[in-house]
């Protein structure tokens, strides 16, 4: 079965300093994923997305970036980071073969920004 | 563009009564629907969905059934529990060639004993 991990699940951090999120997906091979930030009280904001490894879009810009080194693991970065970055950050994936296949999110990572 | 509506939060509902939360969407095409589940500090869980008119998607007790006439996708329950609590997410995704899903932006439920 495919399962996805997110690390780490919390994190405080000062304004200024990197960011390094990690999210792997195991079980499946060639999968899409995906970056989402939640917001205190707020909805879903897609950041990045890719299809492939090598193959990323930005959804919104900022001062976020994200890489995907290995097929199945894709990372969030930042190299200064600002208060309005505090979120809950969530991967997922989907299944790069159905059409109709849902995504399915890891458990999350809280960044706070002091 | 594409777009979901639901309905704003919170809603507070007492144990073992009957649930709606209402969602509409605005797509070309025809889109697959879905409804997640966000329990307090957990990722998004797959509720239910569904991938073509008059489909009805159903998991836990929860029913969603999707009307193309009316662009909709409600959620309902006949008898909420506490543990029903949560953010519920109602979502699509496009049709062919699609990536990405589309959210609304969520409904906090509270269910109070």
């Not at chain 1, 939640?38 to 492939?52: D, E, M, P, T």
């Not at chain 2, 543990?83 to 519920?88: G, P, R």
Request: hydrophobic share 35%; net charge neutral.
């Amino acid at each position: 079965s495919q399962t996805i991990h997110q690390w780490p699940a919390t994190l405080v951090q000062p304004v200024g300093s990197p960011l390094s999120l990690e999210c792997t997906v195991e079980g499946t091979s060639n999968p899409n994923l995906y970056w989402y930030r939640q917001a205190a009280g707020r909805g879903l904001q897609l950041l990045f997305y890719s299809i492939g490894i090598d193959q990323i879009s930005s959804e919104v810009p900022q001062n976020l970036s994200a890489s995907r080194p290995q097929d199945r693991q894709f990372i969030l970065s930042s190299k200064k980071l600002l208060l309005s970055d505090s979120g809950f950050y969530l991967c997922a994936w989907k299944g790069g073969q159905s059409l109709y296949n849902e995504q399915f999110f890891g458990p999350g990572t809280r960044l706070t920004v002091l | 563009g594409d777009s979901v509506t639901q309905m704003e939060g919170p809603v507070t509902l007492s144990e073992e009564a009957f649930l709606t939360i209402n969602c509409t969407y605005t797509a070309t095409g025809y889109p697959s629907l879905f409804w997640y589940v966000q329990y307090p500090g957990e990722g998004l869980q797959l509720l239910l969905k569904a991938t073509k008119a008059d489909d009805k998607g159903s998991n836990k007790g929860f029913e969603a059934t999707y009307r193309k006439e009316t662009t909709s996708f409600h959620l309902e329950k006949g008898s909420v529990q506490v543990s029903d609590s949560a953010v519920y997410f109602c979502a699509l995704l496009p049709g062919a060639g699609s990536y990405q899903l589309t959210f609304g932006k969520g409904t906090k439920l509270s269910v109070i004993p």
